[in-house]
């Protein structure tokens, strides 16, 4: 199977940029799309941002749209998550997924990914 980590988390202030990584080790497919989820303490999942690696089609989360941009290392295996103009709302655990096979079906959902990684804290001071 596929293992997801992701990096680049930590401590900013507002307005602030990071820059967040996924790499993907084991057996990788060939064709599958990528996705940035994000979760602060006491509240669900949310969906953050969405890549297909073949298509080069994105998505976003009305919230980040214009502050964050997903992109991708085909040859690296490797999907980033570029955040600017950082608020303090933004901060949560950040979680890298993946989605198998070739549909790109319906990737704001978490229920359609197969992979996650372990996550990474992003926290946004005032």
């Known amino acids: 199977q596929v293992q997801l980590v992701e990096s680049g988390g930590g401590l900013v202030q507002a307005g602030g940029s990071l820059r967040l990584s996924c790499a993907a080790s084991g057996r990788t497919f060939s064709s599958y799309a990528m996705g940035w989820f994000r979760q602060a303490p006491g509240k669900e999942r949310e969906f953050v941002a969405a890549?297909?690696?073949?298509?080069?089609?994105?998505y976003y989360a009305d919230s980040v749209k214009g502050r964050f941009t997903i992109s991708r290392r085909n040859a690296k295996d490797t999907v980033y998550l570029q955040m600017n103009s950082l608020k303090p709302e933004d901060t949560a655990v950040y979680y890298c997924?993946?989605?198998?096979?070739?549909?790109?079906?319906?990737?704001?959902?978490?229920?359609?990914?197969?992979?996650w990684g372990q996550g990474t804290q992003v926290t946004v001071s005032s």
């Open positions: 890549i297909t690696w073949s298509g080069g089609s994105t």
């Open positions: 997924a993946a989605q198998r096979g070739g549909s790109n079906y319906r990737l704001r959902l978490i229920s359609q990914y197969d992979y």
